[in-house]
């Protein structure tokens, strides 16, 4: 007999450990250490007996969407037990969880998916988009002479926390799909025990400093000859210039590579080879409209318009149906309605175009969208356009 709940406090280490277990892993932090960081009434655990043989976490977020933010449940921790899949354990999980962050009057659901394979079925699309980068040192010059009037500092890993969390926030304005590192979140990378051991692939952070402020930053680890740029942040186009050309140039390195780039990066259109920037684009966030109508009201439009949509929602009943959608760019309605859809798609291709990650035109080619009222597409592009592709550069 199985009874799935939230974990209890004398709970919390077992159900972390059966996570790593699930997934190969070993626990790497300290149990205590996470423990303020994690609301038990929003874990879950499937027992069999005494045993964790499934479990699954969500944390409330922020993430930036189209001229604002929503709060989020940010899916994490979910594991079924190698002697338990494909067992319907992970079904079961996911629908109470999905029940749960509706009844918490959280809109939307994102997660990481080590498979792409897997969450479609619960109503997840891909959310936004990443490339990876590689590109060798003979062919890493810009296109043009840039100035770049500022400095590269490196800084000390026990102070990222003072000024890189402002210029995270000022790379990102404007960019859907972003979650801001909570505050324990840049201190637990600040104290992270691979600062205090020797040897190679250290990580290192560079920052850019023009004028006495702070308007950019590197993290980068080299294991020669191979530099990897964790993560560039620049609020300015001189930081970016800057940084990415002290990336170039180290010494004894041969090959730049990068991971977590957004697709709109301005990189490839500075190099004066861009053929040779080698370029793979994966997913990165996955989403889930749990509320669709108040996932739809909340963010703003491009340009004014209706919109009449029809969504197919096999697991919550509210969002099956018709929706009536008037938005703009100061604001937006959304109405349950009879009326006869212009467009209808399931809601994994709805939370797919939610951030701008896909257009309405490219899901219908796709066959995941249907028009039944011509132009209805190129309207639903006009309104749900973007001005940055969306991104998510951290993962929580």
Sequence with gaps: MQELRPVTPDEFEPWLRAESRAHSNRLDHDPEELRPHF??????????????IGGCHSHRLEMSIPGGSSAVAGVANVAVQPTHTRQGVMSRMMRHQINDIHQRGEPLAALFAS???????????VGTLQESWRIERPYNAYARKYESPGRIVFVDPADIAKDLP????????????????????????????EHRQGGRGGLFYAAYEEGGRVDGYAVYRTNRPALTVNELM??????????????????????????????????????????????????GVWLR?????????????????????????GLCPWNEGGFELEGSPEGAQCRPTDSPPELTLDVSALASA????????????AGLADEHSPG?????????????????????
């Excluded at 669709?292 to 029809?310: K, S």
Aim: hydrophobic share 40%; proline share 6%; aromatic share 12%.
């Design 234 to 283: 620049a609020a300015t186009r001189e930081a970016a210039v800057a940084l990415w050309r002290f990336c170039f140039d180290i010494d004894l390195i041969g090959v730049t590579e990068a991971v977590k780039r957004p697709l709109d990066d301005p990189l490839p259109w500075m190099l004066s080879d861009p053929r040779r920037l080698q370029r793979t684009i994966r997913d």
């Design 115 to 125: 498979e792409s394979a897997i969450y479609g079925r619960f109503g997840y699309g």
């Design 376 to 396: 209805s597409l190129r309207r639903a592009d006009r309104m749900f356009a973007a001005p940055h592709q969306p991104w998510t550069p951290f993962n929580f």
């Design 39 to 52: 609301d038990l009434s929003r874990s879950v655990a499937v027992f069999e007996g005494r045993n964790i």
């Design 289 to 313: 409209v749990v509320d669709a109508a108040a996932a739809l009201e909340q963010r703003r439009y491009a340009q004014e318009g209706r919109l009449t949509l029809q969504v197919r929602d």
């Design 166 to 193: 402002e210029v995270f926030r000022r790379s990102t304005v404007d960019r859907p799909g972003v979650f801001q590192r909570r505050p324990h979140e840049w201190e637990r990378d600040s104290r992270a025990p």
């Design 354 to 365: 939610y951030l701008g990650a896909v257009s309405f035109a490219t899901l219908h080619r």
